[in-house]
């Protein structure tokens, strides 16, 4: 297999260092991306200790998996060693490609990616392991939400936070022409996928790609460190002769070098820990936390933000105030907490529609007795009359929105 690969690092609009490193070793044809984390520079440190440390391990004929366990270590180790670096951490997303065979390596931990563009076609090879999406893959987020989620920066494995790390593995079948992109959050979370597609179509070589990817990003806000590495795939033979040169000339043997290598086993989950990066809200602050502490945080908020919301929809054929979100959230359905006697069959039809779909006025408690109020002038007279008090209707158009911003804001 013949390659042709760049790399570009930039530091981004926001951030006052660059925190990512890169490597594009073609000696080795070792390609790699690390977004590190943690404050006062560790993040560097930890980043460029583990691109370091790769490198050796591939040089003396460590698999990928292996190698990227070294290079937690080292940056684990590191971290103990000096307090000034305690809890730092970084991703790593690192390419092989053997120089015989048409299969390349992938070993793969946090949340950088890696894409394959084929045929036009860019399809991402890596999952994330950050917590929205592994709420994404148990269904309880949509990837739009993801997007946007304000937990969307919390990475759930990182190199450095353990002795021990599980790393995914990828054996990419490729072809020649196919170009693989590897880069940091720093492009995902500013250029949509089908963006990067666009770009990497064209027929430039890696290092102009990897340059417009980069601009792309600043110029969409370049909030973190972005750093891409694209590599080509200018010429596969496949089918190698059984016993053909398994040797390399310059590095040492390697009987099996295209062999998918054993992935260790996971740990338990209750020995996993989290990394939170929260540098977006917190500047560069890192967070080492045992997954059940954030994962309550996070349910008891989603709880909290499902119980004190309160909205109008029709119960029954009679119109209530339910309290909780439309449709529930994480199994928290909505419960009717008030009755108003009024029937649904009086309100116009359009009125009547909305609030049987997702319901109105979704907000305070009081937010929705305006609401109702409002729907009781709406109605005909005769079946309302008795119980309307006409002097708090005009009141009510000015508090239909939602009341709280937080709950404007987060609103799924
Ligand atoms: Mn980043």
Not at 230 to 244: F, I, K, M
Not at 391 to 407: F, G, K, Y
Request: aromatic content about 4%; hydrophobic content about 40%.
């Amino acid at each position: 297999m013949r390659v042709e690969a760049a790399g570009v690092t930039n530091t981004g609009q926001l951030r006052e260092i660059n925190e990512d490193s890169f490597l594009v070793d073609n000696h080795q044809r070792l390609f790699a991306v690390a977004d590190g984390m943690g404050g006062h520079q560790a993040g560097e440190v930890a980043s460029a200790t583990a691109v370091e440390a790769l490198r050796a391990a591939i040089a003396s004929g460590r698999a990928i998996n292996d190698a990227i366990s070294d290079a937690n270590v080292a940056v684990f180790e590191k971290a103990v060693d000096d307090p000034g670096l305690e809890g730092m951490g970084t991703t790593m997303t690192a390419l092989v490609a053997p120089s015989f065979g048409d299969q390349l390596l992938i070993g793969h931990v946090g949340d950088s990616r890696g894409y394959l563009l084929r045929d036009g076609e860019l399809s991402r090879l890596t999952d994330d392991h950050s917590l929205v999406e592994e709420l994404v893959r148990e269904g309880r987020l949509t990837p739009e939400q993801a997007e946007v989620h304000p937990q969307r920066a919390i990475i759930t494995r990182a190199l450095g936070v353990d002795d021990h790390v599980e790393v995914d593995v990828y054996t990419i079948t490729v072809r020649t022409g196919d170009r693989i992109v590897l880069c940091s959050d720093g492009l995902t979370t500013m250029v949509r996928d089908r963006d990067v597609e666009r770009m990497a179509r064209a027929g430039n070589p890696p290092q102009r790609i990897a340059e417009e990817l980069i601009e792309a990003a600043n110029q969409a806000g370049g909030e973190d460190n972005i750093t891409v590495v694209v590599v080509d795939v200018l010429e596969v033979e496949a089918g190698v002769p059984a016993g053909a040169e398994f040797v390399r000339l310059d590095g040492p043997v390697t009987p099996e070098p295209i062999a998918a290598p054993d992935v260790e086993s996971p740990e338990p989950v209750t020995d996993a820990f989290m990394a939170a990066r929260g540098r977006r809200i917190w500047g560069v602050v890192f967070l080492v936390v045992p997954l059940t502490v954030v994962l309550a945080i996070a349910v008891g908020g989603v709880y909290w933000y499902a119980r004190q919301t309160y909205y109008v929809g029709i119960d029954d054929g009679e119109v209530v105030i339910f309290r909780g979100i439309p449709g529930g959230v994480l199994g928290w359905n909505p419960t009717v907490e008030e009755r108003t006697r009024l029937d649904a069959s009086d309100l116009p039809d359009s009125t009547r529609r909305d609030l049987d779909d997702d319901g109105a006025a979704r907000g305070s408690l009081s937010g929705a007795h305006d609401f109702v109020e409002e729907l009781r002038e709406r109605t005909t007279p005769s079946t309302t009359s008795t119980s309307t008090p006409t002097t708090t209707t005009r009141r009510t158009v000015t508090t239909r929105a939602p009341t709280s911003p937080t709950l404007a804001g987060t609103a799924p």
